[in-house]
C-alpha cells in the first residue's frame, strides 16, 4: 500500500491551482469536469502519480465557502531554504502566518503558510529537519 492523494475541497479553483501551482510550484498534473455530480477534480503535485502523493482539488460546482472545522491540521512541506521561501511566496501574493523559526519545544525550523481557502501549509526547513526531530515534527502543534 502507498499513499496517493489527499483531497481539499475548494471555493475557487482557478484561485487555488494559481498558489498550489504558481506560489508553491506544484504543477497540475491532470484535471476534468464531472457534469452530471457538478464538481472538478484537480490534482497538483511535485511529480507522476506514479511514484508521489499528489493534492486532489475538489471544485463542487455553485460552492464558494466551507466551514473548515477544527480537525484539520495541515498539509507539510520540505524545503531546502525556509527563508526565502518564505520571502518568495509573500512577493508572490501568499500568505505567510508564522514566520519561520525553530518550532515550540523543539529545534525544527518551520513557518506556516494559507492557501486561498484558509487551509494550512507547514514548511520544514529540510536542514534543520533530521531524522531525531522527526518525532518533534509529528507531534508539534504549531
Not at 477544527?70 to 508572490?92: F, P
Not at 523543539?106 to 487551509?119: K, L, M, Q
Request: include cysteine; proline fraction near 3%; glycine fraction near 10%.
Amino acid at each position: 500500500m502507498r499513499l496517493l492523494h489527499t483531497m481539499l475541497r475548494v471555493n475557487n479553483l482557478e484561485e487555488s491551482l494559481k498558489f498550489y501551482c504558481d506560489v508553491l510550484g506544484m504543477k497540475l498534473l491532470r484535471q476534468k469536469d464531472y457534469p452530471g455530480g457538478e464538481f472538478t477534480l484537480a490534482f497538483v503535485g511535485y511529480g507522476d502519480e506514479s511514484d508521489h502523493t499528489v493534492l486532489e482539488l475538489t471544485y463542487n460546482w455553485g460552492t464558494d465557502k466551507y466551514d473548515l472545522g477544527n480537525a484539520y491540521g495541515h498539509i507539510a512541506l520540505g524545503v531546502d531554504d525556509i527563508y526565502s521561501t518564505c520571502e518568495q511566496i509573500k512577493a508572490q501574493g501568499g500568505k505567510v502566518s508564522r514566520e519561520p523559526g525553530p518550532m515550540k519545544h523543539g529545534s525544527t525550523v518551520i513557518a506556516f503558510v494559507e492557501d486561498p481557502n484558509g487551509y494550512k501549509v507547514e514548511l520544514i526547513d529540510l536542514s534543520s529537519h533530521s531524522s531525531s526531530s522527526e518525532k518533534e515534527v509529528a507531534t508539534a502543534t504549531n
